[in-house]
């Protein structure tokens, strides 16, 4: 069946660094692919998504790349700041069939310190 | 504004009771989806509906009910057959068809002791 795989957590890392959360995937067929940002307390919001192999998707400064090749679809951010500190949630859509479902990661835990 | 609300924010009950959050979006979207996480977990999906009055068993329904009466509101209900009922508990939205996002309420944390 579909599942998705990322990278255990928390991250830590210092202000202005270059982040990478990896997230890699099962599929058949092909799926839509989606980042997603939890914070304390909330609830998830998209971060970006992409539909098809070799797009990418991008938002605040987030990046991710659809790789069927390897079925990848790293997270990475060239400089973070406190302020992106939240659980990070790759997740693909349900194929095959038709029910809008998405298969979610067990999420990633980031921290940037001052 | 379009979204999502989910209300309470916090909800505190006894065991034995049933309980029932809300969840209303005004995205005019078709399908409405119900999650449970609890603390450093992933989502784990509970009942979807991709239309009014239909409704379908997510990877664990079991001790909670929901309805889909109107295209706005799907409302889950916790029953006192849960045998773990306290969780932060997310809706969601989306477009119906494969491939689309969804979109997320501010969630409910349920506690019951």
């Known amino acids: 069946g579909n599942s998705v795989t990322q990278m255990e957590g928390p991250v830590t890392l210092s202000e202005e660094a270059f982040l990478t959360i990896n997230c890699t995937y099962t599929?058949?067929?092909?799926?839509?692919l989606f980042w997603y940002v939890q914070y304390p307390g909330e609830g998830l919001q998209l971060l970006l998504k992409a539909t098809k192999a070799d797009d990418k998707g991008s938002n605040k400064g987030f990046e991710a790349t659809y790789r069927k090749e390897t079925t990848s679809f790293h997270l990475e951010k060239g400089s973070v700041q406190v302020s992106d500190s939240a659980v990070y949630f790759c997740?693909?859509?349900?194929?095959?069939?038709?029910?809008?479902?998405?298969?979610f990661g067990q999420g990633t835990t980031l921290q940037v310190k001052p | 504004d379009g979204g999502i609300t989910q209300s309470p924010k916090y909800l505190f009950r006894k065991e034995g009771q049933n309980v029932t959050l809300s969840c209303e979006q005004n995205l005019n979207h078709d399908a409405m989806y119900w999650y449970r996480q609890d603390p450093g977990q992933g989502l784990r999906l509970i009942y979807y509906s991709q239309i009014v009055n239909d409704f379908q068993k997510g990877d664990i329904a079991e001790g909670y009910s929901v309805s889909r009466e109107k295209k706005e509101s799907f409302p889950l209900t916790v029953t006192s057959a849960q045998k773990n009922p306290t969780a932060f508990y997310l809706c969601?939205?989306?477009?119906?068809?494969?491939?689309?996002?969804?979109?997320f309420g501010p969630g409910t944390r349920l506690t019951v002791t």
């Open positions: 599929a058949t067929g092909y799926p839509s």
């Open positions: 997740a693909l859509s349900q194929t095959p069939g038709n029910t809008g479902k998405l298969i």
């Open positions: 969601a939205s989306s477009l119906r068809g494969v491939g689309y996002e969804q979109y």
